[in-house]
């Protein structure tokens, strides 16, 4: 009967250590890459070429005609001139 205990024991440690539960594994967390300073300007570029000339554009309408002047006014009468 010692024997029978003994072994219905160790069985049973057996059986209770074979029931592995999960370990829950936190995945790191992400790295955030933050930029650095902005580095020099770059050189000058070359100067591009000169563009096309437009066209010529359409000539205009002619305008309209413009108001009747005044009447002028009488001449005055002849007086000697005055030196």
Do not use: E, R, W
């Not at 936190?26 to 650095?36: F, N, W």
């Amino acid at each position: 009967m010692n024997h029978l205990l003994l072994i219905s024991a160790f069985a049973t440690s057996l059986m209770l250590a074979a029931c592995d539960k999960p370990v829950n594994v936190i995945p790191p967390a992400p790295v955030v890459v933050t930029p650095g300073p902005a580095g020099p300007a770059g050189a000058t570029g070359t100067q591009g070429t000169q563009g096309n000339t437009g066209s010529t554009g359409s000539t205009g309408s002619t305008g309209a005609t413009g108001a009747t002047g005044m009447t002028g006014a009488s001449a005055p009468a002849a007086s000697t001139p005055s030196n």
